[in-house]
């Protein structure tokens, strides 16, 4: 078994000694530094909760009018849409026409009804991890908590029963085992980013780690 503590340290090691910029690729849709690749892999915590749709609830909460509480059934019940978007992860890797079946995370907040003073959004997994992003991004078309993948379901690994799929930026600002969106006023750093992770983690900006401005 991997002993992920000395993963996490070498990854904030990592992140302390920032990065070179990325060789740029043939491929435009490929951002520099990354490799595309045919899999999809598997990058965690080391936690992988075994949440199934029984138990398996969505709350949207925080700065909102209504509070949202959601299980399996009232998840499906929502306007479902397919997507094809590329993924980019910050270890270098890319993979195009990835296909994802959810619910645009836009739909969720129009049912919340968020204040005016919310700005922030902070995504909680079932794991414990958290990632942080402006209300804005989330209001793309391509941005959903999605609980298929080429067809199938998502599997455990790969953060089922539903994650957040956030195309524009890396991959560690989709939350896997999502279990709830807080919105706030003020920003607040998630796991990677507190480690010195790039708040923004745009990937055709190379914005890695919070030194590569």
């Keep these: 078994m991997p002993d992920w503590k000395k993963l996490i340290e070498g990854k904030v090691g990592l992140a302390k000694k920032?990065?070179?910029?990325?060789?740029?690729?043939?491929?435009?849709?490929?951002?520099?530094?990354?490799?595309?690749?045919?899999?999809f892999p598997i990058?965690?915590?080391?936690?992988?909760?075994?949440?199934?749709?029984?138990?398996?609830?969505?709350?949207?909460?925080?700065l909102v009018e209504e509070e949202l509480n959601l299980d399996?059934?009232?998840?499906?019940?929502?306007?479902?849409?397919?997507?094809?978007?590329?993924?980019?992860?910050?270890?270098?890797?890319?993979?195009?026409?990835?296909?994802?079946?959810?619910?645009?995370?836009?739909?969720?907040?129009?049912?919340?009804?968020?204040?005016?003073?919310?700005?922030f959004a902070t995504m909680h997994g079932y794991d414990g991890y958290t990632t942080n992003l402006p209300i804005e991004a989330l209001l793309d078309d391509d941005v959903l908590v999605a609980h298929q993948w080429n067809g199938q379901l998502l599997t455990r690994d790969h953060g089922g029963p539903a994650r957040m799929v956030v195309p524009?930026?890396?991959?560690?600002k989709g939350a896997?085992?999502?279990?709830?969106?807080?919105?706030h006023e003020f920003d607040r750093p998630g796991f990677w980013e507190v480690r010195g992770?790039?708040?923004?983690?745009?990937?055709?900006?190379?914005?890695?780690?919070?030194?590569?401005?």
């Design 18 to 39: 920032g990065s070179k910029p990325g060789k740029v690729g043939d491929n435009p849709r490929i951002p520099a530094g990354q490799t595309q690749v045919k899999n």
């Design 43 to 62: 990058l965690d915590m080391g936690i992988k909760p075994w949440i199934g749709t029984v138990e398996w609830k969505l709350q949207v909460f925080g």
């Design 72 to 119: 399996w059934a009232a998840f499906q019940a929502l306007p479902q849409v397919d997507d094809v978007s590329d993924f980019h992860c910050v270890t270098r890797w890319s993979q195009l026409d990835m296909h994802w079946r959810g619910v645009r995370v836009r739909d969720l907040l129009a049912l919340a009804r968020p204040l005016e003073t919310a700005r």
């Design 168 to 172: 524009k930026r890396y991959a560690w």
């Design 176 to 183: 896997k085992w999502l279990k709830g969106i807080e919105l």
């Design 197 to 213: 992770y790039h708040n923004n983690a745009d990937p055709f900006k190379e914005e890695r780690f919070s030194d590569d401005e």
